[in-house]
């Protein structure tokens, strides 16, 4: 069935870039997003790609796709300790699907 | 910009009472969906709803669960008896017919069943 799949946890010093990296099983995939929860808080969408697209840059962030692994990452330049939360990636279809998460990647970032 | 909003941010309630969970939907879009998250963990599909019925539902969405649309614009999900392990956030989530519409998310109501 339809399944992403993520690290749980990155560590990166304040400055440096981070990496956060997702793989998914469904090729037939419209949008993959990233989302940003912090403790106690709500999902807050960070940006989407749509499945046509390679690659995305908006501000600090940069999202990469790689159609034929299923491989989507999410690159924060200059990461600061306000980065430090969980980043979910999903994918989901047009026309009412339901969206897919993964387990979330806590990003912990070292002052 | 427009959004999805809530209500409650936050529901106390006791074990086997009902809770019921509003939502808010962009006004145009017509497809409306449930989720939840239970502390620490991934966010689960709970079921999606178009013209008036349901469309998929999770295993998770059992007899317990129901969503309507009571007054057409908002979208409630009701928990007929609460258990202990409902205690979770749940999210509402919207998206419109257009090629190209996303699903935006509401902010969650918070279900702390006692």
């Known amino acids: 069935g339809e399944d992403v799949e993520q690290s749980l946890f990155l560590s990166v010093r304040e400055g440096d870039s981070s990496v956060i990296n997702c793989t998914y099983t469904d090729s037939s995939s419209t949008y993959l997003y990233w989302y940003k929860q912090e403790p106690g808080a709500g999902l807050q969408l960070l940006t989407y790609i749509f499945s046509n697209m390679d690659m995305k840059q908006d501000q600090r962030l940069t999202v990469l796709l790689n159609k034929k692994d299923k491989h989507l990452s999410l690159r924060i330049a200059d990461t600061q300790t306000g980065d430090s939360a969980i980043y979910f990636c999903?994918?989901?279809?047009?026309?009412?699907?339901?969206?897919?998460f993964g387990a979330g990647t806590r990003l912990f970032v070292k002052a | 910009e427009p959004e999805v909003t809530q209500t409650p941010s936050h529901q106390v309630t006791q074990m086997g009472q009902e809770v019921i969970l509003r939502c808010v939907p962009i006004s145009n879009h017509l497809y409306f969906y449930w989720y939840r998250q239970i502390l620490g963990q991934k966010v689960e599909f709970l079921v999606s709803?178009?013209?008036?019925?349901?469309?998929?539902k999770s295993e998770i969405f059992d007899d317990q669960f129901s969503v309507e649309r009571p007054d057409g614009s908002n979208f409630t999900l009701k928990i007929r008896s609460t258990k202990l392990e409902d205690s979770a956030m749940y999210f509402c989530a919207t998206q419109g017919l257009a090629v190209g519409d996303t699903q935006y998310f509401g902010p969650g109501t918070r279900l702390t069943v006692l």
């Open positions: 709803f178009y013209n008036n019925e349901i469309s998929e």
């Open positions: 999903a994918e989901s279809k047009t026309g009412g699907f339901k969206t897919i």
